[in-house]
Nanobody, 122 residues
Framework: QLQASGGGSVQTEDSLRLSCGASGLILNNVAVGWFRQAPGKERDLVAGIGWNALHTYYADSVKGRFTITRDNAENMVFLQMTSLKPEDTAVYYC????WGLGQEGPEDYRYWGQGTLVTVSS
């Protein structure tokens, strides 16, 4: 029901914009989180936006570099990533939680996209 896209291979300090679209799910009343998982590591929340867009969350490692936004008219959520670093390399997933704030852990999200790979080379 969720589709994450926009990943790719970039160089350090480059930018990427990830998109999360939904089919069969209206994103207006759900929190959307962007998670990432690097090989051998846990899936961590990097950015989230609450169901009413009043709350946003960013992991310390991405504050000031990543921006999460939502466009309810288009039923999309975006993650703008700038100043990318090699340590940002991971598979990025979007997930949705009805009526959430966007700061919950992965176990609280009901709907998941398939993931999109971001590779940042030095």
């Amino acid at each position: 029901q969720l589709q994450a896209s926009g990943g790719g291979s970039v160089q350090t300090e480059d930018s990427l914009r990830l998109s999360c679209g939904a089919s069969g799910l209206i994103l207006n009343n759900v929190a959307v989180g962007w998670f990432r998982q690097a090989p051998g590591k846990e899936r961590d929340l990097v950015a989230g936006i609450g169901w009413n867009a009043l709350h946003t969350y960013y992991a310390d490692s991405v504050k000031g570099r990543f921006t999460i936004t939502r466009d309810n008219a288009e039923n999309m959520v975006f993650l703008q990533m700038t100043s990318l670093k090699p340590e940002d390399t991971a598979v990025y997933y979007c997930a949705a939680k009805p009526w959430g704030l966007g700061q919950e852990g992965p176990e609280d999200y009901r709907y998941w996209g398939q993931g999109t790979l971001v590779t940042v080379s030095s």
